[in-house]
């Protein structure tokens, strides 16, 4: 086992770029900047006394998705998946490190650096309880604001909006060890289905390896589509297809036989990683989420493979 970790380690880490560009179809005509002109909102979320974790029916529901290799219900994965969750939620970031040999800290700072995130931007990152994104966005907000020369104006606090509450806890936690309070960083429970969050009120909307968990994606879609500005940016990233060959035998033989142990160990919870290596495999690859994302009404969409497709970013925009 400690073998071919080594060895996956090793094969992704001589790829030339990890934020190598394979887009499709071509780049977006560019980020922020070129539609700041267009109004920004402050708001930020109030009192959400409503049950987050039950959204409001969707137009495909009743029906049944994928939790790992099973076949559930909406409401059976959105049970299952917050369990899971929960169980992990203390040791997500140690796991993170170790499934992925460090490299999800990478391909994170090279998501955070294509958004491109300015003080003035009200972002909404979804599915993001533990603060990994939302902590490397209020980086680069300060670096930009020192770029700028300028002092802090009453930026626009990064909104972090999670269903589960211990992940939301651990990124609590981790905020106030940072000194970053709710000027700064707002974390609130919601689900990606059903967000409480004004219509039109943000001006990008993240989502970083959540999307695979939502029970109904392409309602997610219509709900970011729903609370972006027009002008707004939609970025995801996530697992992918890998599409090299060699490389994806290697990457199938770590993720089903090394991640559920290296769980156990940590975790003493197999089950709940090999969900995740399954949930994996089931989502939808690079070019079907692209579709899913023109669906929903998404202008301007790119795919970008990083480290062979391990990962892959999505781009897109509310014209």
């Known amino acids: 086992m400690r073998a071919l970790t080594l060895a996956l380690s090793r094969t992704l880490r001589r790829?030339?770029?990890?934020c190598s560009l394979t887009a499709v179809p071509s780049a977006p005509l560019?980020?922020?900047a070129r539609r700041r002109g267009r109004g920004l909102s402050t708001a930020v979320p109030g009192d959400h006394t409503s049950d987050a974790s039950k959204p409001a029916p969707s137009a495909e529901e009743p029906g049944d998705t994928h939790f790992g290799n099973e076949r559930v219900s909406f409401d059976e994965k959105r049970e299952k998946v917050k369990q899971v969750f929960s169980t992990v939620s203390e040791r997500y970031d140690v796991m993170n490190d170790l499934m992925s040999?460090?490299?999800h800290r990478v391909w994170k700072d090279c998501f955070v650096r294509e958004l491109n995130p300015l003080p003035e931007m009200q972002i909404l990152d979804v599915a993001g309880g533990t603060g990994d994104?939302?902590?490397r966005i209020v980086e680069r907000m300060r670096q930009a604001e020192a770029a700028q020369d300028q002092t802090s104006t009453g930026a626009c606090p990064v909104m972090v909006c999670d269903i589960n509450e211990d992940m939301?806890?651990?990124?609590k936690k981790k905020a106030e060890d940072r000194g970053?309070?709710?000027?700064?960083?707002v974390f609130f429970q919601g689900d990606a289905e059903n967000l409480p969050v004004d219509d039109e009120s943000i001006d990008a909307y993240v989502i970083s390896f959540g999307m695979r968990n939502v029970p109904n994606p392409a309602q997610a879609l219509k709900e970011a589509m729903r609370v972006l500005k027009y002008g707004g940016r939609f970025m995801m990233l996530e697992f992918a297809k890998v599409n090299n060959p060699l490389l994806s035998q290697v990457y199938d033989k770590y993720s089903i036989n090394v991640i559920p142990e290296?769980?156990?160990v940590v975790t003493s919870d197999r089950a709940a990683y090999k969900y995740l290596v399954e949930s994996i495999r089931q989502f939808h690859g690079q070019e079907e989420f692209v579709e899913l994302m023109k669906e929903a009404g998404f202008k301007e969409v790119t795919?970008?493979?990083m480290t062979f497709g391990v990962v892959a970013q999505y781009s897109g925009y509310k014209l």
């Open 15 to 18: 790829a030339p770029k990890l």
């Open 30 to 32: 560019g980020g922020f």
């Open 101 to 103: 040999g460090g490299l």
């Open 133 to 135: 994104i939302a902590f």
């Open 168 to 171: 939301l806890a651990v990124g």
């Open 180 to 185: 970053l309070d709710n000027s700064t960083i």
């Open 262 to 264: 290296i769980g156990h």
């Open 303 to 305: 795919s970008t493979d």
